[in-house]
């Protein structure tokens, strides 16, 4: 005699179901691990109204430099590079990456589920977390620059 729930009385319909339901969990997950970890799904190209309205303003980069320092950099780092939570000036969040501008935005005005990463839209105004997105871009600008030159330094040793 089988068990009720075991393997042998399971009918196909029932394995397909519970396949589903696994597969289902499983792209969930992921989905929720990618979130985390800031990557965006492809094709995921900002809307021009999601925008930075602040992209290019030097004063707004420099208020946004000291919030940045008051409330982001005690996990971030000085200036972005990383500390025990991700670096925020490379990889996927430098301009270009596949975290838009609204992306960077939503993460700070809504947190990120199941990080360290908390909500700030009730302590920051909204041009104040565009103004943290605007310090951040420039600052990625800058050390893209200074990587570049780093590299040109070093090839200017060989003759």
């Known amino acids: 005699m089988t068990h009720p729930t075991s393997p042998t009385s399971l009918t196909a319909r029932a394995v397909r179901q519970r396949a589903s339901a696994i597969g289902l969990c499983l792209a969930l997950g992921l989905s929720g691990l990618a979130h985390a970890f800031g990557v965006t ?14 992209a290019g303003n030097a004063e707004a980069a420099r208020k946004g430099e000291e919030l940045f320092g008051r409330n982001c950099q005690q996990c971030h780092n000085t200036r972005g590079h990383g500390g025990k939570c991700p670096q925020l000036v490379r990889g996927a969040w430098a301009p270009g990456g596949p975290n ?11 947190g990120r589920p199941n990080t360290q990463m908390g909500s700030f839209g009730m302590a920051l105004r909204e041009d104040e977390i565009w103004q943290i997105v605007t ?18 330094d070093d090839d200017s040793n060989w003759y």
């Open 41 to 54: 799904p492809a094709g995921g190209a900002p809307a021009a109204a999601s925008a930075n309205p602040l």
């Open 100 to 110: 838009s501008d609204k992306f960077m935005f939503d993460t700070i005005s809504k």
């Open 135 to 152: 310090f951040l871009r420039e600052e990625a600008v800058r050390v893209k620059a200074a990587a570049r030159k780093a590299t040109d």
